[in-house]
T-cell receptor, first 112, second 113 residues
Framework: GESVGLHLPTLSVQEGDNSIINCAYS??????FIWYKQESGKGPQFIID?????DKRQGQRVTVLLNKTVKHLSLQIAATQPGDSAVYFC???????????FGTGTLLAVQP | ETGVTQTPRHLVMGMTNKKSLKCEQH?????MYWYKQSAKKPLELMFV???????ENNSVPSRFSPECPNSSHLFLHLHTLQPEDSALYLC????????????FGEGSRLTVL
């Protein structure tokens, strides 16, 4: 069946370091993949997406990598800041269901 | 400010109460969604409306009843809920139905006693 999951439920990093949040997916027919950020007391917020025909996409301080061979997705955050502390969700879209399927989330804790 | 506003932010109700959650979007989007977020579980899609027509009902119990009077407003009517229905209910909107870029509200935290 389809599933989107995260390897680490909690990631603790020092301020200024780079963060890498990983995600595994099972539906190779998905059209694209999305990362959302959810801060405490708020709803999820779209960060960046990547199409299935791409390997890498860069945004402001964030980079998403897609490895279709091993069905792996990662979000890299450069120079992590306290404001980056949040739960990060990967999600996949498309395929047979044409639905947005979320993973369970990784908590990123930035230590000052 | 995401352009999606949910009220109330917090709601406590008994199992025999009737209450409603409200969502309003100011983004000119055509699709609106209700999601349920429980601890340690992925977001669960409940309902999808596109141009005020329900296009998705994800096996949700009938004690949850959605209503979309126009493309800017979405309601979730609650009746005879169970304690396990306690969760954060998130409303979202998107420009069209076939996209993964959703704009979420801040959610309504529901506690069922």
């Amino acid at each position: 069946g389809e599933s989107v999951g995260l390897h680490l439920p909690t990631l603790s990093v020092q301020e200024g370091d780079n963060s890498i949040i990983n995600c595994a997916y099972s539906n190779s027919a998905s059209d694209y993949f999305i990362w959302y950020k959810q801060e405490s007391g708020k709803g999820p917020q779209f960060i960046i997406d990547i199409r299935s025909n791409m390997d890498k996409r860069q945004g402001q301080r964030v980079t998403v990598l897609l490895n279709k061979t091993v069905k792996h997705l990662s979000l890299q955050i450069a120079a992590t800041q306290p404001g980056d502390s949040a739960v990060y969700f990967c999600a996949e879209y498309g395929g047979a269901t044409n639905k947005l399927i979320f993973g369970t989330g990784t908590l990123l804790a930035v230590q000052p | 400010e995401t352009g999606v506003t949910q009220t109330p932010r917090h709601l406590v109700m008994g199992m025999t109460n009737k209450k409603s959650l409200k969502c309003e979007q100011h983004l000119g989007h055509n699709a609106m969604y209700w999601y349920k977020q429980s601890a340690k579980k992925p977001l669960e899609l409940m309902f999808v409306y596109s141009l005020e027509e329900r296009v998705e009902n994800n096996s949700v119990p009938s004690r949850f009843s959605p209503e979309c009077p126009n493309s800017s407003h979405l309601f979730l009517h609650l009746h005879t809920l169970q304690p396990e229905d306690s969760a954060l209910y998130l409303c979202a909107s998107s420009l069209g139905q076939n996209t993964g870029e959703l704009f979420f509200g801040e959610g309504s935290r529901l506690t069922v006693l």
